[in-house]
Protein backbone atom coordinates (compact mmCIF):
# COMPACT_ATOMS: atom_id res chain seq x y z
CA UNK A 1 0.00 0.00 0.00
CA UNK A 2 1.35 3.35 -0.92
CA UNK A 3 0.90 6.23 1.72
CA UNK A 4 2.26 8.80 -0.33
CA UNK A 5 0.68 12.07 -0.87
CA UNK A 6 -0.17 14.37 -3.70
CA UNK A 7 0.83 17.36 -4.48
CA UNK A 8 -2.51 18.62 -4.44
CA UNK A 9 -2.83 16.94 -0.55
CA UNK A 10 0.21 18.51 0.57
CA UNK A 11 -0.93 21.72 -0.75
CA UNK A 12 -4.30 21.50 1.21
CA UNK A 13 -2.52 20.20 4.51
CA UNK A 14 -0.68 23.17 4.12
CA UNK A 15 -3.12 25.42 3.29
CA UNK A 16 -5.31 24.51 6.49
CA UNK A 17 -2.14 24.77 8.55
CA UNK A 18 -1.09 28.15 7.45
CA UNK A 19 -5.18 28.85 8.04
CA UNK A 20 -5.28 27.77 11.54
CA UNK A 21 -1.77 29.58 12.47
CA UNK A 22 -2.94 33.04 10.55
CA UNK A 23 -6.60 32.86 11.49
CA UNK A 24 -6.98 30.72 14.87
CA UNK A 25 -4.29 31.00 17.01
CA UNK A 26 -3.73 34.51 17.25
CA UNK A 27 -7.14 34.76 19.87
CA UNK A 28 -7.53 30.99 20.43
CA UNK A 29 -6.35 31.52 24.29
CA UNK A 30 -8.10 34.03 24.70
CA UNK A 31 -11.23 32.66 22.91
CA UNK A 32 -10.71 29.43 25.43
CA UNK A 33 -10.80 31.11 28.24
CA UNK A 34 -14.45 33.11 27.10
CA UNK A 35 -15.76 29.67 25.28
CA UNK A 36 -15.47 31.98 22.36
CA UNK A 37 -17.20 30.68 19.26
CA UNK A 38 -16.19 32.01 16.10
CA UNK A 39 -19.14 32.04 13.12
CA UNK A 40 -16.34 34.06 10.93
CA UNK A 41 -13.62 31.02 10.70
CA UNK A 42 -16.25 28.58 9.71
CA UNK A 43 -16.78 30.66 6.87
CA UNK A 44 -13.24 31.55 5.55
CA UNK A 45 -12.64 27.83 6.11
CA UNK A 46 -16.09 27.09 3.10
CA UNK A 47 -14.79 30.08 0.98
CA UNK A 48 -11.10 28.41 1.00
CA UNK A 49 -12.84 24.76 0.13
CA UNK A 50 -12.04 23.34 3.21
CA UNK A 51 -15.56 21.59 3.45
CA UNK A 52 -15.71 20.72 -0.52
CA UNK A 53 -13.61 17.50 -0.69
CA UNK A 54 -16.65 15.13 -1.17
CA UNK A 55 -18.58 16.73 -3.33
CA UNK A 56 -19.03 17.36 -6.70
CA UNK A 57 -17.91 20.61 -8.55
CA UNK A 58 -21.95 20.98 -9.61
CA UNK A 59 -22.34 21.91 -5.71
CA UNK A 60 -19.32 23.44 -5.12
CA UNK A 61 -16.96 20.97 -4.14
CA UNK A 62 -13.75 19.86 -5.86
CA UNK A 63 -14.12 15.88 -4.67
CA UNK A 64 -10.53 15.96 -3.41
CA UNK A 65 -11.48 13.27 -1.51
CA UNK A 66 -11.38 11.84 2.19
CA UNK A 67 -7.60 12.10 2.96
CA UNK A 68 -7.33 15.58 1.84
CA UNK A 69 -10.11 16.29 4.20
CA UNK A 70 -8.52 13.93 6.61
CA UNK A 71 -4.85 15.91 6.09
CA UNK A 72 -6.76 19.14 6.59
CA UNK A 73 -9.13 18.44 9.93
CA UNK A 74 -5.57 16.84 11.45
CA UNK A 75 -3.89 20.46 10.65
CA UNK A 76 -6.66 22.77 12.39
CA UNK A 77 -6.81 20.41 15.85
CA UNK A 78 -3.39 20.28 15.90
CA UNK A 79 -3.23 24.33 16.35
CA UNK A 80 -6.86 23.98 18.27
CA UNK A 81 -9.21 20.64 18.21
CA UNK A 82 -12.22 23.02 18.56
CA UNK A 83 -11.65 24.22 14.96
CA UNK A 84 -11.22 21.26 13.41
CA UNK A 85 -14.80 20.24 14.49
CA UNK A 86 -16.65 22.09 11.43
CA UNK A 87 -15.49 19.20 9.06
CA UNK A 88 -18.04 16.99 10.86
CA UNK A 89 -20.95 19.82 10.78
CA UNK A 90 -19.95 21.37 7.33
CA UNK A 91 -19.07 17.84 5.72
CA UNK A 92 -18.59 14.54 6.23
CA UNK A 93 -22.18 14.19 8.59
CA UNK A 94 -24.60 16.10 6.91
CA UNK A 95 -23.06 15.83 3.53
CA UNK A 96 -22.21 12.47 2.99
CA UNK A 97 -26.26 11.63 3.71
CA UNK A 98 -27.19 14.24 1.15
CA UNK A 99 -24.60 12.63 -1.81
CA UNK A 100 -25.34 9.24 -0.58
CA UNK A 101 -28.99 9.13 -0.11
CA UNK A 102 -30.84 12.19 -0.42
CA UNK A 103 -32.73 12.82 -3.70
CA UNK A 104 -31.10 15.84 -6.35
CA UNK A 105 -33.92 18.61 -4.76
CA UNK A 106 -32.60 17.81 -0.85
CA UNK A 107 -28.79 17.90 -2.64
CA UNK A 108 -30.33 21.17 -4.39
CA UNK A 109 -31.19 22.45 -1.28
CA UNK A 110 -28.52 22.24 0.75
CA UNK A 111 -25.02 20.95 -0.30
CA UNK A 112 -23.81 24.43 -1.91
CA UNK A 113 -24.39 26.05 1.48
CA UNK A 114 -22.61 23.22 3.82
CA UNK A 115 -19.41 23.45 1.16
CA UNK A 116 -19.10 27.53 1.59
CA UNK A 117 -20.40 27.49 5.03
CA UNK A 118 -23.02 30.02 3.72
CA UNK A 119 -25.25 27.63 6.31
CA UNK A 120 -23.83 25.96 9.70
CA UNK A 121 -24.64 22.40 9.70
CA UNK A 122 -25.20 19.19 12.38
CA UNK A 123 -26.12 15.81 12.60
CA UNK A 124 -28.69 15.01 15.59
CA UNK A 125 -28.83 11.29 16.88
CA UNK A 126 -27.67 11.50 20.45
CA UNK A 127 -30.84 12.17 23.08
CA UNK A 128 -30.84 12.27 26.98
CA UNK A 129 -31.93 9.05 27.58
CA UNK A 130 -30.41 7.29 23.89
CA UNK A 131 -26.31 7.65 23.48
CA UNK A 132 -24.43 4.86 22.51
CA UNK A 133 -28.52 2.51 22.04
CA UNK A 134 -29.44 5.10 19.33
CA UNK A 135 -32.80 2.84 18.61
CA UNK A 136 -33.78 3.56 21.91
CA UNK A 137 -34.17 6.81 20.90
CA UNK A 138 -37.66 8.87 21.48
CA UNK A 139 -38.09 11.77 19.54
CA UNK A 140 -40.83 10.88 16.75
CA UNK A 141 -42.19 11.99 13.18
CA UNK A 142 -44.99 11.66 13.22
CA UNK A 143 -46.84 11.65 9.40
CA UNK A 144 -49.89 14.04 8.41
CA UNK A 145 -51.29 15.01 5.44
CA UNK A 146 -48.62 17.78 4.26
CA UNK A 147 -45.51 16.12 6.33
CA UNK A 148 -44.39 15.20 9.35
CA UNK A 149 -44.16 16.76 12.85
CA UNK A 150 -41.47 16.00 14.89
CA UNK A 151 -41.48 16.08 19.14
CA UNK A 152 -38.63 15.11 21.16
CA UNK A 153 -35.38 16.44 22.97
CA UNK A 154 -31.34 16.09 21.39
CA UNK A 155 -28.59 16.86 23.14
CA UNK A 156 -25.00 17.10 22.75
CA UNK A 157 -25.24 18.08 19.36
CA UNK A 158 -22.00 19.89 17.98
CA UNK A 159 -22.87 23.05 16.24
CA UNK A 160 -25.70 24.09 18.41
CA UNK A 161 -27.26 26.98 19.43
CA UNK A 162 -25.75 27.95 15.66
CA UNK A 163 -27.47 25.50 13.65
CA UNK A 164 -28.84 26.25 10.07
CA UNK A 165 -29.81 22.73 8.42
CA UNK A 166 -28.84 19.04 9.64
CA UNK A 167 -29.77 15.48 9.56
CA UNK A 168 -32.24 14.63 12.32
CA UNK A 169 -32.74 11.19 13.22
CA UNK A 170 -36.50 10.27 14.51
CA UNK A 171 -38.59 7.34 15.27
CA UNK A 172 -41.46 6.88 12.76
CA UNK A 173 -42.37 3.48 13.88
CA UNK A 174 -41.19 2.49 17.39
CA UNK A 175 -42.35 -0.79 17.53
CA UNK A 176 -40.43 -1.37 14.08
CA UNK A 177 -37.17 -0.71 16.39
CA UNK A 178 -34.37 -0.51 13.94
CA UNK A 179 -36.49 -0.75 10.94
CA UNK A 180 -38.84 2.29 12.27
CA UNK A 181 -35.93 5.12 12.29
CA UNK A 182 -35.93 7.67 9.43
CA UNK A 183 -33.87 10.21 8.24
CA UNK A 184 -34.81 13.87 7.89
CA UNK A 185 -33.02 16.61 6.56
CA UNK A 186 -34.13 20.02 8.30
CA UNK A 187 -34.45 23.19 8.19
CA UNK A 188 -33.60 24.61 12.09
CA UNK A 189 -35.59 27.65 11.23
CA UNK A 190 -38.75 25.68 11.33
CA UNK A 191 -41.24 27.05 14.37
CA UNK A 192 -41.34 24.73 17.20
CA UNK A 193 -37.44 23.70 16.81
CA UNK A 194 -35.32 25.79 19.81
CA UNK A 195 -31.51 25.33 20.03
CA UNK A 196 -30.09 25.87 23.64
CA UNK A 197 -26.20 26.07 24.22
CA UNK A 198 -24.52 23.44 26.96
CA UNK A 199 -22.29 25.52 28.82
CA UNK A 200 -20.87 22.99 31.34
CA UNK A 201 -17.65 20.82 29.15
CA UNK A 202 -14.53 19.86 30.03
CA UNK A 203 -13.09 21.03 26.99
CA UNK A 204 -13.42 21.81 22.98
CA UNK A 205 -14.82 25.45 24.08
CA UNK A 206 -14.92 27.22 21.07
CA UNK A 207 -16.78 24.56 19.37
CA UNK A 208 -20.11 25.10 20.40
CA UNK A 209 -22.38 21.80 21.65
CA UNK A 210 -26.16 21.85 22.43
CA UNK A 211 -29.65 20.80 22.98
CA UNK A 212 -32.80 20.98 19.98
CA UNK A 213 -35.99 21.10 21.54
CA UNK A 214 -38.76 19.50 18.88
CA UNK A 215 -42.10 21.23 19.55
CA UNK A 216 -44.97 20.02 17.16
CA UNK A 217 -42.51 21.20 14.43
CA UNK A 218 -43.83 20.42 11.08
CA UNK A 219 -41.64 20.23 8.25
CA UNK A 220 -42.02 18.88 4.55
CA UNK A 221 -42.73 15.14 3.27
CA UNK A 222 -39.75 16.42 1.07
CA UNK A 223 -37.48 16.56 4.61
CA UNK A 224 -37.16 12.72 4.49
CA UNK A 225 -34.45 11.34 3.38
CA UNK A 226 -34.37 8.13 1.39
CA UNK A 227 -37.66 6.16 2.78
CA UNK A 228 -39.33 6.33 5.86
CA UNK A 229 -37.22 3.24 7.96
CA UNK A 230 -33.91 3.99 6.18
CA UNK A 231 -32.80 5.59 9.09
CA UNK A 232 -30.33 3.49 10.97
CA UNK A 233 -28.96 2.27 7.99
CA UNK A 234 -28.33 6.49 7.13
CA UNK A 235 -27.26 6.94 10.38
CA UNK A 236 -24.53 3.94 10.64
CA UNK A 237 -22.78 5.14 7.12
CA UNK A 238 -22.65 8.70 8.20
CA UNK A 239 -21.01 7.69 11.40
CA UNK A 240 -18.65 5.28 9.15
CA UNK A 241 -17.28 9.00 7.87
CA UNK A 242 -17.64 11.77 10.85
CA UNK A 243 -15.64 8.97 12.83
CA UNK A 244 -12.59 9.19 10.50
CA UNK A 245 -13.24 12.95 10.66
CA UNK A 246 -12.69 12.50 14.55
CA UNK A 247 -10.11 10.38 14.27
CA UNK A 248 -7.92 12.56 11.88
CA UNK A 249 -8.56 15.29 14.61
CA UNK A 250 -7.41 13.30 17.42
CA UNK A 251 -4.06 12.75 15.43
CA UNK A 252 -3.83 16.11 15.28
CA UNK A 253 -3.64 16.60 19.18
CA UNK A 254 -1.54 13.35 19.51
CA UNK A 255 1.55 15.32 16.98
CA UNK A 256 0.99 18.55 18.73
CA UNK A 257 1.67 17.16 21.47
CA UNK A 258 4.83 15.15 21.07
CA UNK A 259 6.02 18.75 19.50
CA UNK A 260 5.59 20.76 22.53
CA UNK A 261 6.77 17.76 24.95
CA UNK A 262 10.08 17.77 22.71
CA UNK A 263 10.42 21.41 22.77
CA UNK A 264 9.83 21.50 26.43
CA UNK A 265 12.55 18.32 26.92
CA UNK A 266 15.20 20.69 25.34
CA UNK A 267 14.24 23.90 27.10
CA UNK A 268 13.53 22.65 30.77
CA UNK A 269 16.36 21.67 32.99
CA UNK A 270 16.76 20.21 36.29
CA UNK A 271 19.85 18.14 37.83
CA UNK A 272 21.91 20.32 35.57
CA UNK A 273 20.67 18.77 32.13
CA UNK A 274 17.94 19.47 29.39
CA UNK A 275 15.04 16.23 31.02
CA UNK A 276 15.08 15.28 27.45
CA UNK A 277 18.19 13.22 28.52
CA UNK A 278 16.92 11.59 31.09
CA UNK A 279 16.09 8.25 29.95
CA UNK A 280 12.85 7.60 31.16
CA UNK A 281 11.39 10.68 29.46
CA UNK A 282 12.66 9.34 26.38
CA UNK A 283 11.19 6.22 27.29
CA UNK A 284 7.92 8.58 27.32
CA UNK A 285 8.60 10.73 23.68
CA UNK A 286 9.70 7.12 22.20
CA UNK A 287 6.36 5.25 22.93
CA UNK A 288 3.91 8.92 22.66
CA UNK A 289 5.91 8.65 18.97
CA UNK A 290 5.17 5.36 18.00
CA UNK A 291 1.50 5.81 19.55
CA UNK A 292 1.12 8.83 17.03
CA UNK A 293 2.34 7.21 14.06
CA UNK A 294 0.22 4.35 14.54
CA UNK A 295 -2.88 6.19 14.77
CA UNK A 296 -1.99 8.82 12.18
CA UNK A 297 -1.10 5.69 9.46
CA UNK A 298 -4.65 3.89 11.00
CA UNK A 299 -6.44 7.10 9.57
CA UNK A 300 -4.54 7.33 6.40
CA UNK A 301 -5.23 4.09 5.74
CA UNK A 302 -8.92 4.33 6.16
CA UNK A 303 -9.11 7.23 4.41
CA UNK A 304 -6.97 6.13 1.56
CA UNK A 305 -9.79 3.04 1.43
CA UNK A 306 -12.69 4.97 1.48
CA UNK A 307 -10.95 7.26 -1.57
CA UNK A 308 -10.13 3.87 -3.71
CA UNK A 309 -14.05 2.89 -3.58
CA UNK A 310 -13.57 0.25 -1.19
CA UNK A 311 -17.50 -0.51 -0.35
CA UNK A 312 -17.42 -1.42 3.36
CA UNK A 313 -15.23 0.54 5.52
CA UNK A 314 -16.42 0.41 8.74
CA UNK A 315 -13.67 -2.10 10.12
CA UNK A 316 -10.88 0.40 9.16
CA UNK A 317 -12.93 3.41 10.56
CA UNK A 318 -13.45 1.77 13.70
CA UNK A 319 -9.95 0.61 14.14
CA UNK A 320 -8.47 4.33 13.03
CA UNK A 321 -11.56 5.97 15.18
CA UNK A 322 -10.53 3.60 18.22
CA UNK A 323 -6.49 4.20 18.34
CA UNK A 324 -6.49 7.55 17.54
CA UNK A 325 -8.75 8.44 19.96
CA UNK A 326 -6.83 6.63 22.68
CA UNK A 327 -3.41 7.61 21.42
CA UNK A 328 -4.16 10.80 21.75
CA UNK A 329 -5.31 10.73 25.06
CA UNK A 330 -1.89 8.97 25.71
CA UNK A 331 -0.15 11.53 24.08
CA UNK A 332 -1.84 14.41 26.01
CA UNK A 333 -1.61 12.57 29.59
CA UNK A 334 2.12 12.15 29.10
CA UNK A 335 2.66 15.16 27.90
CA UNK A 336 0.72 16.75 30.90
CA UNK A 337 3.30 14.37 33.00
CA UNK A 338 6.60 15.50 31.07
CA UNK A 339 5.64 19.62 31.55
CA UNK A 340 5.14 18.65 35.70
CA UNK A 341 3.57 21.52 37.10
CA UNK A 342 3.34 23.42 34.30
CA UNK A 343 1.50 20.62 32.42
CA UNK A 344 -1.54 21.61 34.99
CA UNK A 345 -1.58 24.77 34.19
CA UNK A 346 -3.41 26.15 31.18
CA UNK A 347 -0.68 28.60 30.64
CA UNK A 348 0.89 26.07 28.26
CA UNK A 349 -1.75 24.33 25.36
CA UNK A 350 -0.82 20.53 27.06
CA UNK A 351 -3.69 21.27 29.80
CA UNK A 352 -5.44 22.19 27.01
CA UNK A 353 -4.82 19.25 24.57
CA UNK A 354 -5.23 16.82 27.59
CA UNK A 355 -8.99 18.24 28.28
CA UNK A 356 -9.84 18.51 24.22
CA UNK A 357 -8.44 15.09 23.97
CA UNK A 358 -11.25 13.57 26.30
CA UNK A 359 -13.95 13.99 23.62
CA UNK A 360 -12.87 11.20 20.69
CA UNK A 361 -13.01 8.42 23.48
CA UNK A 362 -16.58 9.19 23.42
CA UNK A 363 -18.56 11.22 20.53
CA UNK A 364 -19.42 9.00 17.00
CA UNK A 365 -19.64 5.81 19.51
CA UNK A 366 -17.38 5.88 22.32
CA UNK A 367 -14.15 3.75 22.42
CA UNK A 368 -15.98 0.45 24.01
CA UNK A 369 -18.26 0.57 21.13
CA UNK A 370 -15.56 0.45 18.30
CA UNK A 371 -14.11 -1.77 20.34
CA UNK A 372 -16.92 -4.26 19.87
CA UNK A 373 -17.51 -3.37 16.08
CA UNK A 374 -13.82 -4.27 15.64
CA UNK A 375 -13.97 -7.70 17.82
CA UNK A 376 -17.79 -8.54 15.84
CA UNK A 377 -15.32 -8.73 12.56
CA UNK A 378 -12.65 -10.99 14.21
CA UNK A 379 -14.85 -13.22 15.53
CA UNK A 380 -16.93 -13.45 12.35
CA UNK A 381 -20.24 -12.11 13.20
CA UNK A 382 -19.80 -9.60 11.04
CA UNK A 383 -18.66 -9.72 7.15
C1 LIG B 1 -18.21 17.11 22.70
C2 LIG B 1 -19.29 16.21 22.24
C3 LIG B 1 -19.88 16.43 21.01
C4 LIG B 1 -20.92 15.60 20.57
N1 LIG B 1 -21.51 15.84 19.35
C5 LIG B 1 -22.57 15.09 18.95
C6 LIG B 1 -23.27 15.39 17.73
O1 LIG B 1 -22.89 16.31 16.99
N2 LIG B 1 -24.37 14.66 17.42
C7 LIG B 1 -24.82 13.64 18.22
O2 LIG B 1 -25.81 13.02 17.87
N3 LIG B 1 -24.16 13.32 19.37
C8 LIG B 1 -23.07 14.03 19.76
N4 LIG B 1 -22.41 13.73 20.95
C9 LIG B 1 -22.91 12.64 21.77
C10 LIG B 1 -22.06 11.37 21.69
O3 LIG B 1 -22.15 10.81 20.40
C11 LIG B 1 -22.54 10.41 22.77
O4 LIG B 1 -22.18 11.00 24.00
C12 LIG B 1 -21.92 9.03 22.64
O5 LIG B 1 -22.49 8.33 21.56
C13 LIG B 1 -22.08 8.18 23.89
O6 LIG B 1 -23.38 8.21 24.38
P1 LIG B 1 -23.66 8.53 25.92
O7 LIG B 1 -22.87 9.73 26.28
O8 LIG B 1 -25.12 8.57 26.10
O9 LIG B 1 -23.04 7.31 26.70
P2 LIG B 1 -23.74 5.90 27.01
O10 LIG B 1 -24.20 5.28 25.74
O11 LIG B 1 -24.73 6.07 28.09
O12 LIG B 1 -22.51 5.07 27.54
C14 LIG B 1 -22.04 5.16 28.88
C15 LIG B 1 -20.86 4.22 29.03
O13 LIG B 1 -21.29 2.88 28.77
C16 LIG B 1 -20.49 2.31 27.74
N5 LIG B 1 -21.33 1.45 26.91
C17 LIG B 1 -22.55 1.71 26.37
N6 LIG B 1 -22.98 0.68 25.65
C18 LIG B 1 -22.05 -0.28 25.73
C19 LIG B 1 -21.91 -1.60 25.19
N7 LIG B 1 -22.84 -2.14 24.41
N8 LIG B 1 -20.78 -2.29 25.49
C20 LIG B 1 -19.81 -1.76 26.27
N9 LIG B 1 -19.88 -0.52 26.81
C21 LIG B 1 -20.97 0.21 26.53
C22 LIG B 1 -19.93 3.48 26.96
O14 LIG B 1 -18.71 3.14 26.31
C23 LIG B 1 -19.72 4.52 28.06
O15 LIG B 1 -18.50 4.30 28.69
C24 LIG B 1 -21.35 14.52 21.38
C25 LIG B 1 -20.75 14.30 22.63
C26 LIG B 1 -19.72 15.13 23.06
C27 LIG B 1 -19.08 14.86 24.38
Same mark, same amino acid.
Given at each position: ????????QI? @????????????????M??????????????KQ??????????????????????????? @?A????R??P???????????G??????N???????? +??????????????F??????? /??? !? !????????????????N???????? !??Y????V???M???????? /????????????G?????????L??????? /??????????????L?A??????????? @?????R???A??????????I???V? =?C???????????????I?? +?????????????????????????????????????? =????E???????????????? /????? =????????????? +??????S????????????G???
Amino acid at each position: MDFSLTKEQIA @MKDMAYDFAIKKVKPTMEEDEKEHKFRPEIVKQMGQLGMFGCLAPEKYDGSEAGHLAATL @MATELARVSPSWGLPFNLQQNGPQTVLLNFANEALRE +QYLKDLVNATKFGCFAITEPNS /GSD !V !VSMRTTATEVDDGFILNGTKTWISG !VPYVDCGVVYAMTDKAAKHK /GMSAFFVDFHTPGITQRAITTKLGLHCAPT /GEIFFEEAKIPKSALVANKGDGFKICMA @MLDNTRLSSAARAVGVSQSCIEEAVK =YCNEREQFGQPIGQFQMIQE +QIGRMSVEHEAAKLLVYRCAWAKDSGKKSTTLETSMAK =YYAAESANFCASEAVKIFGSY /GFSSE =YPVERFFRDAKSY +QIVEGTSNIQKMIIAQFALGYRK
